[in-house]
């Protein structure tokens, strides 16, 4: 596994130019980082430096964040290095984790293969990122940015049944963490844990025939 020190050898003999990362969840220590003479790419599937870290699609609907797709060299933070292009993505009330997801990937795909060919010459300018901790949210450069581990998205997979919601928040947590076919939002109820999602759709899909269960006249 190239997160380990002792891969540095491999690497070493490999001598690539570059490297791009793409869906790689773990962090390459800074041996591995200055191996390649161009550096690391990491293709991140959030707007940086808004939203960092684990699942950007969900932490962008919980959290009222814009989504989208960013190209950056890879430093020793997290998703901290500086920007070489960004792609934000339209998003609805009706969306769900995995539409946001989706349109991420598409845009990521469309924004690396935009920009490769400066990369791929050289002819790129880059922005550098704020400095800002590796912990919960925070302002930075005038900039509000969030971060998020894999435990995060795990607490907030496990609803709480006594806790209290406005309609708004519950419906943006529920569909954050719809992500079919994976069973995420759970509740547990007298001993027995339920598994939640949500369907929500616009009002011109809405079905306004006879009302369901509605009492037939004789």
Not at 22 to 40: M, N, Y
Not at 102 to 123: M, N, Q, S
């Amino acid at each position: 596994m190239l997160t380990e020190r002792d891969q540095l050898p491999l690497v070493e003999r490999l001598a690539p130019d570059m490297v791009v990362a793409v869906g790689f969840r773990h962090i390459l220590p800074p041996e591995i980082l200055s191996v390649p003479e161009r550096g690391c790419l990491n293709l991140h599937p959030g707007l940086l430096p808004e939203t960092r870290g684990f699942n950007p699609n969900v932490w962008s609907i919980v959290e009222d964040r814009p989504a989208g797709a960013t190209l950056h060299f890879m430093d020793e933070g997290v998703d901290a290095g500086p920007i070489v292009a960004r792609r934000e993505v339209p998003t609805r009330f009706d969306d769900t984790g995995k539409d946001v997801y989706e349109r991420i990937e598409a845009a990521a795909i469309d924004l690396f293969e935009d920009t490769w060919p400066a990369i791929a010459t050289g002819e790129i300018d880059t922005v550098p990122q704020p400095d800002f901790p590796d912990d919960g949210e925070a302002e930075a450069g005038g900039t509000e940015v969030s971060y998020h581990v894999k435990e995060d998205f795990v607490d907030l997979c496990e609803l709480d049944p006594d806790a209290s919601y406005n309609v708004k928040e519950l419906l943006d947590l529920l569909r954050a963490l719809t992500f079919p076919p994976f069973d995420n939002a759970s509740v547990t109820v007298d001993g027995e844990r339920y598994y939640v999602e949500v369907d929500i759709h616009h009002e011109d899909e809405a079905n306004h025939d006879a009302a369901v269960g509605a009492l037939e006249s004789y």
